[in-house]
């Protein structure tokens, strides 16, 4: 039986997200959830590793010229070979605990629908180097439906929207696979960038990463509030027009209107797969409605706009920022239901 720090390994499924990093451990569930961030200085030509996960994440907008702190995902595939690999190398020691003492795991890994064959291999390599002795993937669309207890190996349609850090998968599901599935590179990450933008535009103040991030997830909404202001916080920046520090506030209104554009793409992602949906396995979504799940699908009020413009129920996933790791979990629990869904080939 395989345990921690012992001689067999604890075999492993990733979610390897633009935004978080997710570890689930055969027999014991989700084990380490850090954000997938680096920090790093080069000495000699060379990158070494200082601070990983939630340690890195503070690192972010205040490094020294000498320290970089970066985000090795972009829009959920690997941009920095090399550094997603020491983060993952990290994050496998730090779920066994003592490295040297365990022996390869076995590990599937989540990958966006829309990923190249190229990046698909950028990241079976990186796991195998990072110490597995087997690699494989598995479509994050599938990983989330799983996740979210949909009936997927069922003869009947069910759409799946996972939207995470970098991207928005849109997938509708039936017998196990995937009938039709559209990946948009619109996420958490990009509602962030359009929050930074609008404020610089529209007030001149430039705030950082994390300040968005948090405006996002406190008073964040895809719908214009009732009253026409909603919430509201104050929030601190650069002015730019003199250069010296500044505090204003900002209210959901502002927000809504600062978000449209990528919830806009998400919309129209979705209405594009009700379009190429087959009419019988459409007519079985109007009736089972449509799932979201990933940490965009906690965006205020999105499932109301998304309800709105295709008319169809729409239901927020329990848990679901951690969909795809539980989804991808099963998928090691279950391999022998669910190998057809797990990739091996290099």
């Known amino acids: 039986?395989?345990?921690?720090?012992?001689?067999?390994?604890?075999?492993?499924?990733?979610?390897?997200?633009?935004?978080?990093?997710?570890?689930?451990?055969?027999?014991?569930?989700?084990?380490?959830?850090?954000?997938?961030?680096?920090?790093?200085?080069?000495?000699?030509?060379?990158?070494?590793?200082?601070?990983?996960?939630?340690?890195?994440?503070?690192?972010?907008?205040?490094?020294?010229?000498?320290?970089?702190?970066?985000?090795?995902?972009?829009?959920?595939?690997?941009?920095?070979?090399?550094?997603?690999?020491?983060?993952?190398?990290?994050?496998?020691?730090?779920?066994?605990?003592?490295?040297?003492?365990?022996?390869?795991?076995?590990?599937?890994?989540?990958?966006?629908?829309?990923?190249?064959?190229?990046?698909?291999?950028?990241?079976?390599?990186?796991?195998l180097s990072a110490g597995a002795h087997k690699a494989g993937l598995i479509a994050e669309p599938i990983?989330?439906?799983?996740?979210?207890?949909?009936?997927?190996?069922?003869?009947t349609g069910n759409m799946v929207v996972d939207i995470g850090g970098g991207t928005t998968e849109v997938a509708v599901l039936s017998l196990g696979d995937i009938v039709y599935a559209r990946s948009v590179r619109v996420g958490g990450d990009r509602m962030d960038e359009a929050i930074v933008s609008y404020l610089r535009r529209q007030h001149n103040i430039l705030i950082g990463e994390a300040t968005a991030e948090r405006i996002k997830t406190s008073i964040g909404t895809a719908r214009m509030p009732d009253d026409g202001r909603g919430q509201s916080m104050e929030i601190r920046g650069r002015d730019l027009l003199n250069g010296v520090p500044k505090e204003t506030e900002i209210n959901q209104a502002q927000v809504a209107e600062a978000l449209a554009e990528p919830v806009q793409t998400i919309c129209e992602a979705v209405m594009t797969a009700l379009e190429a949906t087959p009419p019988d396995l459409a007519a079985d979504?109007?009736?089972?409605?449509?799932?979201?799940?990933?940490?965009?699908?906690?965006?205020?009020?999105?499932?109301?706009?998304?309800?709105?413009?295709?008319?169809?129920?729409?239901?927020?996933?329990?848990?679901?920022?951690?969909?795809?790791?539980?989804?991808?979990?099963?998928?090691l629990e279950y391999e022998k239901q669910l190998r057809h869904v797990i990739d091996y080939d290099s």
């Not at 990983?143 to 003869?155: H, K, S």
């Not at 309800?307 to 729409?314: D, N, S, V």
């Open 285 to 331: 979504i109007v009736d089972r409605g449509v799932m979201l799940t990933g940490g965009g699908a906690l965006l205020g009020e999105l499932d109301l706009a998304l309800r709105e413009q295709t008319g169809l129920a729409i239901t927020v996933a329990d848990e679901s920022l951690n969909c795809v790791a539980m989804g991808t979990g099963k998928a």
């Open 143 to 155: 990983a989330a439906a799983i996740g979210a207890g949909m009936p997927i190996t069922d003869p």
């Open 1 to 127: 039986m395989a345990f921690l720090g012992g001689l067999f390994a604890s075999d492993m499924a990733i979610d390897l997200g633009t935004a978080n990093t997710l570890v689930y451990v055969k027999g014991k569930g989700i084990v380490l959830n850090e954000p997938s961030v680096v920090a790093y200085h080069v000495k000699d030509g060379k990158k070494q590793v200082l601070a990983v996960g939630e340690d890195a994440k503070l690192m972010l907008g205040r490094t020294p010229g000498s320290i970089e702190a970066i985000r090795p995902m972009r829009e959920g595939v690997i941009a920095d070979f090399d550094v997603a690999e020491e983060m993952i190398k990290h994050f496998i020691r730090k779920v066994h605990r003592k490295p040297g003492f365990f022996s390869r795991p076995k590990i599937i890994v989540c990958v966006p629908h829309g990923a190249t064959p190229v990046e698909k291999r950028a990241i079976r390599q990186s796991v």
